[in-house]
């Protein structure tokens, strides 16, 4: 064994398997391990280390807290000028949450059943300033099946000034409902109804000569 003190104080301690443990703080420029010289990302940027392994399978960089406590949590912290933004996992205790947050309040929480957002929802560049979540881009915007084999699955979709309600795909054939602009709407089929008030009278059908029935 190798020791290096400083002050009458370990400072660097090298074993016969070759491993060092260092006492205090390392510093440097850069960390390489695995490789001679840093990775360069896409976009470029200075980095800072490089942990670099091969073969086939799973090279992992760990950060551990094995305390079961609903405070315990192992995270990594992106540190910019004025705020931080953390990538954190919580234990057990504190419901296994996978969260990314901006400075101590998560903007996504993510467990194995639910993901939550703590605010707005743009896709596409839709504008939030009225909506808590906005669509944009595409003319099929959601699509609904329940997801059992053989369910039907169904469409809203919209352009310039309709809004579309279909089955199937977003083709004419397949319309179910259409509004339009203009506050007006189109069933594409038949529309049953247990009853309707019309300036306070009920109108429960209309017989085979087209006049009311009941309380018409």
Do not use: W
Request: charged share 10%; hydrophobic share 35%; glycine share 12%.
């Amino acid at each position: 064994t190798y020791v290096l003190a400083t002050a009458g104080t370990t400072a660097l301690t090298v074993n016969s398997s070759q491993n060092a443990t260092f006492a205090g703080i390392v510093k440097g420029a850069s960390i390489l391990v695995g490789q001679a010289s840093q990775y360069s990302p896409t976009g470029g940027g200075d980095t800072l280390a490089t942990f670099t392994g091969g073969g086939n399978d799973r090279q992992d960089i760990v950060v551990s807290n094995q305390t079961n406590h609903a405070s315990a949590a192992a995270s990594l912290v992106l540190a910019t000028h004025g705020h931080d933004f953390i990538i954190k996992g919580t234990s057990s205790a504190g419901g296994s949450i996978l969260s990314l947050g901006y400075n101590t309040t998560p903007f996504l929480s993510l467990t194995n059943t639910t993901a939550t957002f703590a605010g707005k929802i743009s896709v596409g560049g839709g504008d939030t300033s009225t909506a808590q979540v906005a669509l944009k881009g595409q003319q099929s915007l959601l699509s609904f099946v329940r997801g059992t084999s053989g369910d039907a699955q169904f469409f809203m979709s919209s352009d310039s000034a309709r809004l579309y309600f279909s089955h199937t795909d977003i083709q004419s054939t397949n319309l179910i409902l259409t509004l339009n602009q203009d506050e007006s709407a189109t069933f594409a089929g038949n529309v049953t109804l247990t009853g309707i008030v019309l300036d306070g009278n009920t109108i429960t059908g209309i017989d085979d000569s087209d006049e009311f029935t009941d309380d018409d």
